[in-house]
């Protein structure tokens, strides 16, 4: 089973690798690998999947319940800032930070009672197999891929020669690289949480 989720997981980071580079092939050096792309809307779909994960991770594990949730409601907010472009175009502007807000009170009134627990939460899924893996791929997102992606670097490398959809295929790509760590680490969770219920009612 071990062998087998190691090639899935290889398969999948070599697929969204794939699709990567696809949306390249096609629109060559028409490709833009901006907020409308194939790109940017896997961002989209993983960010929406893992939340949804986690939620389900959530319902699963008393102990990490709350700890899941938060990881959720994170999720979310960021599935909704990648999104603000299609918001502020089909809503209002500014759309996307009335729902995050939104997210944040949401998320205040679930731990209403619980912010004692939120730290023996945490820390038991800081303990799972899978925290290592959420932590890479948050960092790369918030992190690496703004280091990767700074114009001033891409210039000072390429002077006169400065292509900025270069700098946008690294900076996207990383993105969408940590995004899948995510997706993945959510998966993990969820079968850990599975397989821990299945244990208790066994007992």
Same mark, same amino acid.
């Given at each position: 089973?071990?062998?087998?989720?190691?090639?899935?997981?290889?398969?999948?980071? /070599?697929? %969204?690798?794939? @699709?990567? *580079?696809?949306?390249?092939?096609?629109?060559?050096? $028409?490709?833009? +690998?901006? =907020?409308? !792309?194939?790109?940017?809307?896997?961002?989209?779909?993983?960010?929406?999947?893992?939340?949804?994960?986690?939620?389900?991770?959530?319902?699963?594990?008393?102990?990490?319940?709350?700890?899941?949730?938060?990881?959720?409601?994170?999720?979310?907010?960021?599935?909704?800032?990648?999104?603000?472009?299609?918001?502020?175009?089909?809503?209002?502007?500014?759309?996307?930070?009335?729902?995050?807000?939104?997210?944040?009170? /949401?998320? %205040?009134?679930? @731990?209403? *009672?619980?912010?004692?627990?939120?730290?023996?939460? $945490?820390?038991? +899924?800081? =303990?799972? !197999?899978?925290?290592?893996?959420?932590?890479?791929?948050?960092?790369?997102?918030?992190?690496?891929?703004?280091?990767?992606?700074?114009?001033?670097?891409?210039?000072?490398?390429?002077?006169?020669?400065?292509?900025?959809?270069?700098?946008?295929?690294?900076?996207?790509?990383?993105?969408?690289?940590?995004?899948?760590?995510?997706?993945?680490?959510?998966?993990?969770?969820?079968?850990?949480?599975?397989?821990?219920?299945?244990? %208790?009612?066994?007992?």
């Amino acid at each position: 089973m071990f062998l087998f989720r190691a090639f899935l997981y290889l398969v999948s980071l /070599a697929g %969204v690798a794939y @699709l990567i *580079g696809l949306e390249g092939y096609e629109h060559q050096t $028409l490709a833009q +690998y901006n =907020e409308n !792309t194939l790109t940017e809307h896997m961002q989209d779909i993983l960010t929406l999947l893992s939340s949804l994960l986690f939620l389900y991770a959530a319902r699963l594990d008393d102990k990490l319940k709350v700890a899941s949730t938060l990881l959720a409601g994170l999720l979310a907010m960021m599935f909704v800032r990648e999104s603000d472009s299609l918001l502020d175009h089909n809503i209002y502007d500014g759309a996307w930070e009335t729902l995050v807000l939104f997210i944040g009170i /949401a998320l %205040v009134i679930f @731990l209403r *009672g619980k912010f004692s627990t939120i730290y023996s939460s $945490l820390k038991a +899924y800081s =303990e799972t !197999t899978c925290y290592g893996t959420f932590l890479a791929g948050l960092v790369v997102i918030l992190a690496f891929s703004r280091v990767m992606g700074r114009g001033s670097f891409w210039t000072s490398v390429m002077g006169e020669n400065y292509i900025r959809i270069v700098k946008n295929i690294v900076e996207e790509g990383t993105e969408t690289l940590g995004y899948t760590l995510i997706f993945i680490s959510a998966v993990e969770l969820v079968l850990i949480c599975r397989k821990r219920r299945h244990a %208790v009612t066994k007992a």
